[in-house]
């Protein structure tokens, strides 16, 4: 390949290389083809219009964002050529030419996992885009939504017509890969074990298929989360900053003598206090790159 072609690529690619920037490009591919205007952009993001311009610069100079005005709003949209040429080009030399990356094993695992998650099978309406507010959804990353998934699939699991903080701690321990999953089983709880206790605690429902919400100490938790992630100065939620959410909840509920959520319960019985769970979280999520 021509050396101009690589540096396009990789010029594609550095473009593609921001937290911010990457989130854009995810939010202008769901409104495609009208795009959004910057002040939605801007509040999606929650920042500044001054940081907002460069990353939007970035990836205009790139071709992967066209713009326009209309009358006295910019709307802001993703160029799908530009992202074809760049998946083209990876199939092409990772597939194709060097067949480094075989693309039938590749369809053959996306329709294994998609069949597996049985989650994935809900009607659209029920989909987690539904389920959460925009505010919040528009700002999880790839583990976090993981988490979500995961707790959709625990309350299945049990036939229950609900999410509740329970099964999102245990979306947290089933993610696995995190931090939080490990700072949880460093602290003595283990997946297995704690589905048990889970299902002593609520029992087995009679799920019907219909909508499956949240409850509202679930939807507190993550607001929690999100604000976690902007005091932390994160611009995506990530498994650390929900397992902070479920911490902080707990905390709430203690400190104004509320029923304490089944979440709450199983994390109080750990030996480890609220204090320093919150402390070791957050020092981890210090050491990260804003």
């Known amino acids: 390949m021509k050396k101009d072609n690589i ?35 801007q509040a999606r993001l929650k920042i500044p219009q001054a940081k ?15 713009s326009r005005r209309e009358g006295k709003y910019v709307y802001h949209a993703i160029d799908v050529n530009i992202l074809e040429d760049l998946l083209a080009f ?16 590749v369809s053959e695992m996306k329709d294994e996992w998609a069949n597996e998650q049985h989650f994935l099978e809900i009607p659209d309406e029920d989909d987690l885009e539904h389920l959460v507010d925009t505010a919040i959804y528009d700002r999880l990353g790839g583990k976090a939504l993981q988490v979500l998934l995961l707790a959709r699939n625990e309350a299945a699991r049990l036939q229950h017509n609900f999410i509740g903080t329970e099964q999102i701690l245990l979306g947290v321990m089933g993610e696995g890969s995190g931090e939080a999953a490990r700072l949880l089983k460093s602290w003595g709880m283990e997946l297995g074990q704690t589905r ?52 902080r909840e707990w905390q709430d509920s203690r400190e104004n003598e509320d029923a304490l959520s089944v979440a709450s319960q199983l994390l109080s019985q750990l030996s480890v206090t609220s204090k320093t769970m919150l402390e070791e979280l957050r020092s981890h999520l210090g050491g990260m790159s804003l």
């Open 196 to 247: 048990k206790l889970v299902k002593e605690f609520i029992g087995e429902g009679r799920g019907t298929g219909e909508k499956v919400p949240l409850t509202p100490k679930a939807k507190r938790v993550l607001e929690l989360s999100l604000e976690e992630a902007i005091e932390g100065g994160h611009l995506l939620i990530n498994t650390e900053h929900i397992l902070l959410g479920l911490i």
């Open 52 to 66: 907002l311009a460069p990353h939007l610069g970035k990836l205009q100079q790139q071709g992967l964002v066209r």
């Open 7 to 41: 540096t396009r690529y990789a010029d594609l690619l550095a473009a593609l290389g921001s937290t911010a920037r990457l989130t854009i490009v995810r939010l202008l591919v769901k409104k495609h083809p009208e795009g959004m205007m910057e002040g939605e952009l």
């Open 90 to 105: 990876f199939y092409a030399e990772c597939c194709v030419r060097r067949r480094v990356v075989d693309w039938s094993k």
